[in-house]
């Protein structure tokens, strides 16, 4: 799963590092630290699985070179997200030791910074909590993403549901008529067509 990339020198895996937003808020000897650590930089091929749901490994991630798409195993077809340069994932697993929930794809070619518990516990106290710290405002964001995507899905809710209120009258006597769904569906296509003529 992935090509280690061996042979990445500190001072190369530390350039990587320093075009990534992520890492903007910590020092110059605490990505020094980062990039210090072995066997740390992950390349992926087009479609090749980052990340898999149900798996255990705990390490977080982040997206160093190019994109990653997330999907679910009951719905494989669907990108629930694209990942963009210097995404965190993983964190959730990370944090609470639990397995994985979604499937993580490369799109295209990817490079990832990859840090398992035992990397985590090389850095320095101060920097570990640093790092917990980036976590928690990652998840304070994506939990406020959500409470906003849930308002604007009950809102849309409410206006379909209103709709359909307002247009029940309408449904009933297409019923009352005696045309069968097909037929009336039939019609609107006619019209549709009709129009654009």
Do not use: H, W
């Amino acid at each position: 799963m992935g090509n280690i990339i061996s042979n990445k020198t500190p001072q190369e895996t530390l350039r990587l590092l320093n075009n990534i937003p992520f890492f903007q808020s910590f020092n110059m000897t605490e990505k020094k630290e980062f990039a210090g650590l072995s066997n740390q930089v992950i390349e992926y091929s087009d479609q090749e699985a980052i990340v898999e749901e149900g798996q255990t490994d705990m390490a977080v991630f982040i997206l160093l070179k190019g994109e990653a798409i997330v999907t679910r195993n009951d719905l494989p077809k669907v990108t629930i997200n694209t990942l963009l340069l210097g995404s965190l994932f993983g964190e959730v697993s990370f944090l609470t030791q639990t397995p994985r929930t979604t499937n993580i794809f490369a799109k295209s070619q990817a490079k990832v910074f990859k840090m398992d518990p035992k990397m985590f516990d090389k850095l320095k106290p101060e920097t570990r909590e640093k790092l917990k710290d980036k976590f928690i405002t990652v998840l304070v964001d994506r939990v406020n993403e959500m409470n906003t995507a849930l308002v604007r899905l009950k809102v849309e809710m409410e206006a379909i549901s209103q709709a359909a209120c307002e247009y029940q009258a309408e449904f009933d006597k297409i019923l009352r008529s005696g045309k069968t769904m097909k037929e009336v569906f039939g019609g609107i296509n006619e019209t549709i067509e009709g129009l654009i003529r």
